[in-house]
């Protein structure tokens, strides 16, 4: 089946900046998509240019096969949720919400029912009256989500959708959102600096950096095989080692780490040994590394555990039950093991 | 800062205006409840006389004239200087400022000067009939000086920059994604203007309104050039009476009106600004 969005070596130059420099991806219907990268790798530059707003210096865009490159944002099936929610200050959040279906000239009585259904679905009923100014933070941003929805879009893109929402809003916003999108059944794309994020909502994630994309896979394809130490790090908590690879294995400062990755190529000059946290386990493994206790943080649900190795500073959690089970406290010695299906291997 | 220290400070102003400035207002305006004595002085016996003669038709006519002329120039004043601010708002924004700046230029100089220059232009030797005459135009032009429409355009000059500054403020501080999402919801550019640009900058439209219109109504030196005395304005009319016609108590009552009209509009102007705040973008 043909994707319904297909973005095509899409580029954007501002002046001698390159924000987006020849992106492809494509987004199946009903997908639930993830733009995810630092400030500056040009993902808000590509969702305008998605919504119209930006006019890619090069490169299509598809929407359901036909080419919308060049179709302004108020001619697109396309929605934008803005970051600042850009709700209309001067209009309640019923006209908002209405606003959009106005301009498709549809009948009175059909916005009316439109707009109540909508309401219903973020459960902003008593609200309907209320300007935006006198809203809550969590509150306007489903205005926001509303008066986007409500024009049935083929696509929906978000940007930074709960950036002002404080951290406990936030997840729970999380779960909202997705649970949103399944029951609209519109296809979301969601840009986020915020990689924890794109890891519980997304179906697929792309990761950009420098106006590239580098990857791009479901969430446990990026988390578990990132494509190189940037994504490595960039998703999650990774501990990295640096050695040279000798006999198959890499020699790092004090143990030999085997992989079962590849040794990458021009691995000569060096590579770096890669493994999360969660899958270091106290004891000897098939990666073994002894160290001290440096730090120790309490989670609630598990224990960070901060070791110095001769292989420099390792990261690793231990839930609850482990760290109750054998009490540790800093200036410990402890060995460290894991498996060689847990070590990545990337070129330095 | 308590109570008193914002007292404390706000005395010297507050003393200043009331004996340099109030005070002596009110002098003058309670001189319109007595009679005008037989040789231009004061008779001190109350009446109600010189009142009632401000809504006697023909001084009413001259209040709803002058009230035409200045509401004309405010409508006018506010389409050109709405669009000036709009254009200034949407360059770049390091260029802003020094287009504000020409934009305001005129208003530092001599507003008589200002005047004169206009009547250098318009008369009847003046550089635009020379130049009509010029590229070719024969036979008698309309009169382009003492008219109307002359005081109204003067008018409009010479308040313009106070409403360019008016609408620059509320422009400037739009966050652009708001028209950017009325846009995204499909509605076109003209819409967009129409629903949500203007109505959000429309307390600024207002007070350059009230602005132009305020000042346009008591003003008696651009209908006294431009004008040339062919019709008069309550500016002139209290002129007249306070420095022809020596009759201090009518031209009081007729200050008297004037101001209390000034007064109710500046307070709908006040209203209507604390009701239109919001939607700019927040400061972080």
Sequence with gaps: MRPLLEVQGIEKRFGTVTAVDGVSLDVAEN????????????????????????????????????????????????????????????MTVRANISYGLEMERLPKAEIARRVDEMLGVIQLEGLAHRKPDQLSGGQKQRVALARALVKRPRLLLLDEPLGALDKKLRSAMQLELKRLQHEVGITFIVVTHDQEEALVMADRIAILKDGKLLQCGTPREVYERPIDRYAADFIGVMNFFEGYPQDGALQVKGATFTSTDPMPQ????????AVRPERIRLGRGENTLAGTVRAMAYHGLDLQLHVDTAAGPVTLRLTADVAEAQPLHPGDPVTLGWSARDTRLFPA | MNQRASTALMAPALAWLTALMVVPCLLILALA???????????????????????????????????????????????????????????????????????????????????????????????????????????????????????????????????????????????????????????????????????????????????VFVLSIGNFVTPALLGGGQFQMIGNTIYAQFLTANDWPFGAALSMVLIAIMMGLLFLQTLAVERGSGGRVRDA
């Design chain 1, 31 to 90: 997908e639930f998509f993830a733009l995810l990268g630092a400030s500056g790798s040009g993902k808000t530059t590509l969702l305008r240019m998605l919504a119209g707003f930006e006019d890619p210096s090069g490169g299509r865009v598809l929407l359901d096969g036909a080419d919308i490159t060049k179709v302004p944002p108020n001619h697109r099936p396309v929605n934008l949720m803005f970051q600042s929610y850009a709700l209309f200050p001067h």
């Design chain 2, 33 to 211: 409840f007595f009679r005008r004595g037989l040789y231009g002085g004061i008779e001190y016996t109350f009446t109600l006389e010189n009142l009632a003669l401000v809504f006697d038709p023909l001084y009413a006519g001259i209040f709803l004239n002058s009230a035409r002329v200045a509401g004309t120039a405010a409508i006018i004043a506010c389409v050109i200087g709405y669009a000036a601010a709009y254009a200034i708002a949407a360059m770049p924004r390091r260029h802003q400022p020094m287009l504000l700046f020409f934009a305001v230029l005129p208003f530092w100089s001599n507003y008589l000067i200002r005047t004169y220059a206009w009547i250098v232009l318009l008369n009847r030797e003046g550089l635009i009939v020379q130049g009509a005459r010029w590229i070719g135009i024969e036979g008698e032009l309309p009169p382009l000086l003492y008219t109307q429409g002359t005081v109204i355009v003067g008018l409009v000059y010479s308040y313009l920059p106070f409403v360019i500054l008016a609408c620059y403020a509320p422009l400037s501080r739009l966050n652009p994604e708001i028209a950017e999402a009325s846009f995204d919801l499909g509605a076109s550019s003209w819409t967009t203007f129409r629903r949500v640009t203007l109505p959000m900058t429309l307390p600024g439209i207002a007070v350059g309104a009230v602005f």
């Design chain 1, 266 to 273: 021009g691995a000569a000059a060096g590579a770096v040994a």
